[in-house]
Every structure is written in C-alpha cells, then in structure tokens.
C-alpha cells in the first residue's frame, strides 16, 4: 500500500472508529433479542415490536461502516464501480435506517427520559435524512454531482447522530449524573447540530484536486 492510498484511507478509518457507538449498540441490541434476554420495562418495546429495531440496527451499521468509504476520493476514482453499487446499497440503507427510526420514534412507548421536545428532534432529524438521500439520489440522476454530494454528506451527518450524541452527553452523565428530560433533548440536538456545521465545512471547503467523478446513476 502506498503512501497516498494510506493517507487517503485515514478519514475512513476515523469515521469507522467514529461509528463504534451505533454499531455496538446495534450489536448488543441484537443479541439482547437473539439471545431471550430478560425483558425489562427498558426493553419490553423492542420484545413487543423486533422488527423495526432490527431493521435500524443492521442497516445504519452498514451505513455508517460503508459510508465511510466515500469519503475517499482516491479509492472512488480507483473503484468507479464500486462506488456506484455501494451507493445504491447506502441509499437503500439510509432509508430503511431512517424509516425505521421514524417508526419507532412515533409507535414504541417513550422511555421515562424522553420528552415531547425530544420527539420532535427525533422527527425533524429523521424527516431531514429522508430527505437529504432522496435528494442526493435525485441530484445524480440528473448529473449534478455536486449537488449529490452536498447532500449525501448532509445525510451521512445525521446519521451518524448516534456517536457525537456519545461525546456530548458522556462527560454530562460521568460529571452531572442521569440526564433529565431537557437536557438530553437539548445535548442530542447539540450532537446533530455539530455534525451538520462539520458537513457544511466538508461541502464548501476548496477542493485541492479537481477529478472526475463517475456518479451512482450513471449509465456504462
């Protein structure tokens, strides 16, 4: 492997590290229904309804793990082909994960810390991923690869929600004890707010280097 490819592997890899918290938590949430866990009053929703935790967990795992390879640029022009069939499995992906997620959000009975401002941010954010892949997609199919881009990034930023959401309510639980209501409405919002400012960055930043990209829906 040379030094470029390497280098050009290195945001992947963080955002794979990055990912650990969603992903894990998909994991233990799968052997937690595989394996006849005890059912608590902090489960019972998922024994009551598997599917749609089962469909999250898998999907925005391959999600956030595949996505992740998108953001190298030097390993999408090296595999056009790829990149477009990896796509079209995120797209996928991306939708079910945020369906799901709405899904839950509006039919499981709410966990005694999470509040009606808390559920409108689930909502808003949700919607928000819907819509920013199914613009994407569109934005593709008609050639406009920056636009793809731009909101694809914007996408993958919500949801990836999850693993900033660790950062910011972690210390808050380590130094402050349990959250309440608010303030994990209010430390989750956070979370989402802070990857959408990096994924604006990310967009409008100057590119270095200007190389074609073979789009997801281009035709061979």
Known sequence: ??????????????????SVVPVLGGVLRLAEL?????I???NARFFASPV?????????????????????????RRRPRWHRMSG???????????????????????????GALL?????????????????GFTAIRRRDVAG???????????????????????PWIAFAGPLDEPTKAVLMLAAWLVNLAVAEWVIRRPARV????????ENR
């Open 52 to 76: 749609p935790v089962v469909l999250h967990a898998v999907t925005v795992s391959v999600y956030c793990v595949l996505g992740a390879f998108q953001f190298a640029p030097g390993f999408r």
């Open 119 to 135: 559920t409108g941010f689930r909502l808003v954010f949700g919607t928000a991923w819907v819509v920013s892949i199914v613009l």
């Open 148 to 170: 793809h881009r731009a909101w694809m990034v914007r996408g993958f930023a919500v949801g990836l929600g999850a693993s900033t959401q660790a950062l910011t309510m972690g």
């Open 88 to 114: 079209r499995l995120l797209v996928l992906c991306g939708l079910i994960g945020a369906l799901s997620g709405l899904w839950m959000t509006v039919f499981y009975p709410k966990p005694a810390d999470v």
């Open 1 to 18: 492997m040379t030094y470029s490819t390497r280098r050009d592997l290195l945001v992947p890899a963080a955002i794979v590290l990055f």
């Open 40 to 42: 608590t009053p902090d």
């Open 210 to 217: 200007v190389a074609p990209v073979l789009a997801l829906g």
């Open 34 to 38: 595989g394996g006849g866990a005890e």
